[in-house]
């Protein structure tokens, strides 16, 4: 190879070089090249150019987390106030600071009865009553160790009417877990009676034969007596018993 030919090897490697040089470098190196400016320093060069990415710096796009100060409620050290609602209260410790919330259960609010009182009713009262097909006749579920004598001076405000739920309640000696309780007393007025008390080897039969003539009226005795006598067949002497008035 001569030296001519290689002089222009060289002046197209040369010129390769500087084109690939040129090619490397960024736009505004290029630009600024063109006009005549120096090119920007490496570090500026090798910053990205802004974007949607990096417009907002590293220390910025931290989370900030914003703390609320310890509540004091009242500035009274270890009471209790409502807090989140009501059934929650916040226990204070001893710097008057909320510490813990305690869920504190309520009284269930008082029920009110599903049967309202109605005119011409004999009841006073219907707690506790449940409705039934017949809007004369209530439902009952007693509390345990209740009466006949205090359930007809419960609802009805008359003992007398301990005659009219033994009626409806037939074999109950004591209330059971149901009752049938009829808002109208439809038995009538209870009869005149008197007190008598019964004699050794009486039953009502004989109780009936000797206070009414009869001993075939010994049922209109038990009925006057269910709240003392539970079985007919259980008649002790020295029982006092309401007999009605001979008639």
């Known amino acids: 190879m001569g030296k001519t030919e290689k002089i222009v090897v060289l002046s197209v490697l040369f010129a ?7 090619s490397l470098q960024g736009p505004e190196a290029r630009a600024a090249a ?3 400016a120096a090119p920007a320093p490496q570090a500026a060069r090798d910053e990205p150019s802004p974007s949607v990415f990096n417009r907002v710096t590293p220390e910025n796009r931290r989370p900030v987390i914003q703390l609320e100060q310890p509540v004091n409620v009242n500035d009274v050290l270890g009471q209790t106030t409502t807090v989140a609602g009501a059934g929650e209260v916040a226990a204070l410790d001893d710097r ?12 269930a609010p008082r029920e009110r009865s599903a049967v309202q009182l109605k005119a011409g009713w004999d009841l006073v009262s219907t707690r506790g009553l449940e409705p039934t097909v017949d809007p004369e006749m209530m439902l009952m579920r007693p509390e345990p160790g209740v009466t006949w004598a205090s359930l ?37 007025p209870a ?5 008598i008390e019964v004699l050794e080897g009486e039953s009502l039969w004989l109780v009936a034969e000797r206070t009414l ?4 009226r010994w049922k209109e005795i038990f ?14 002497a020295g029982m006092m018993l309401r007999v009605p008035t001979a008639q």
């Open 213 to 216: 003539g009869s001993g075939v």
């Open 16 to 22: 390769v070089v500087v084109l690939f040089v040129w």
């Open 96 to 107: 008057g600071i909320l510490n813990s919330a305690v869920v504190v259960k309520e009284p």
């Open 223 to 236: 009925e006057l007596n269910r709240g003392v006598v539970s079985d007919a067949s259980k008649v002790r």
């Open 34 to 36: 063109s006009e005549g």
């Open 191 to 195: 009869p005149a009676f008197q007190t």
């Open 152 to 188: 007809a001076t419960t609802l009805y405000g008359d003992e007398s009417r301990t005659r009219l739920l033994r009626h409806y309640n037939e074999g109950m000696d004591l209330p059971g877990e149901q009752v049938l309780v009829p808002a109208v007393d439809d038995l009538g």
